[in-house]
Nanobody, 115 residues
C-alpha cells in the first residue's frame, strides 16, 4: 500500500507561482511511476508532469512553466508552477504506480488562479 498526501494548493493571481508537495508513505520502494494530474470542472483528469521509467514528462500546456522534482530522502515529489494562468485552475492530484501495476491517488489539492 502507498499513501499520498498533497499540500501547497491555494488561491493565486495570474502570473504567480505555487509549489505543490506530495508526500508518499508506505511501500514507497515499489513505486516506479509518480507524478501530478489535474482535473478542472467538467473536464477529464489529465497528466501535468511525472516521472516514469527514468524520464520526466510534461504536458504541453505547462512546458516551460512547470518543474517536477523529487526528494527521495523525504519520499516527496514537488511541482513548481510559475506564470500561472486561470486555465491552470483545477484540483491537482498526486498519482503513483507500483512495479506490479497498483495505482494510488492522493486526496487532491485545489489550485485557483484568478485573472
Amino acid at each position: 500500500q502507498v499513501q499520498l498526501v498533497e499540500s501547497g494548493g491555494g488561491l493565486v493571481q495570474a502570473g504567480g507561482s505555487l509549489r505543490l508537495s506530495c508526500a508518499a508513505s508506505g511501500s514507497t520502494a515499489s513505486i516506479n511511476v509518480i507524478g501530478w494530474y489535474r482535473q478542472a470542472p467538467g473536464k477529464q483528469r489529465e497528466l501535468v508532469a511525472g516521472f516514469s521509467n527514468g524520464r520526466i514528462n510534461y504536458d504541453d500546456s505547462v512546458k516551460g512553466r512547470a518543474t517536477i522534482s523529487r526528494d527521495n530522502a523525504k519520499n516527496t515529489v514537488y511541482l513548481q508552477m510559475n506564470s500561472l494562468k486561470p486555465e491552470d485552475t483545477a484540483v491537482y492530484y498526486c498519482h503513483a504506480q507500483t512495479i506490479v501495476g497498483n495505482a494510488y491517488w492522493g486526496q487532491g489539492t485545489q489550485v485557483t488562479v484568478s485573472s
